[in-house]
Nanobody, 124 residues
């Protein structure tokens, strides 16, 4: 049974930072990729970043580069998303997801397991 549990969301002001965490459990993910996605009300789920457990290699959405950083702690089985210089348009429900492949896909259809999400709200 794979479980992904996000935490770290909250209400912040524009320019602030947040670090999201995704605690994984259930099996070994070392050969797979983990991704962060977000979804704002009325919008489609959007790719944010992905990381391969084994190598630590990363992929980012162009609009997130330079502000967001994805990382992982293999020992803690946790993936993080550090978000800096937050903007009101970053307001969304943020999900972590596990892919069944090593490749860091940017489309949510390639991710098999999802957490329930953590809400990030950025006020102006």
């Amino acid at each position: 049974q794979v479980q992904l549990v996000e935490s770290g969301g909250g209400l912040v002001q524009a320019g602030d930072s947040l670090r999201l965490s995704c605690l994984t459990s259930g099996r070994t993910f070392i050969n797979y990729a983990m991704g962060w996605f977000r979804q704002a009300p009325g919008k489609e789920r959007e790719f944010v970043a992905a990381i391969t457990w084994a190598s630590g290699s990363t992929t980012y959405a162009d609009s997130m580069k330079g502000r967001f950083t994805i990382s992982r702690d293999n020992a803690k089985k946790t993936v993080y998303l550090q978000m800096n210089s937050l903007k009101p348009e970053d307001t969304a429900l943020y999900y972590c997801a596990l892919s069944g492949a090593t490749y860091r896909y940017t489309s949510p259809q390639y991710y098999d397991y999802w957490g329930r999400g953590t809400q990030v709200t950025v006020s102006s």
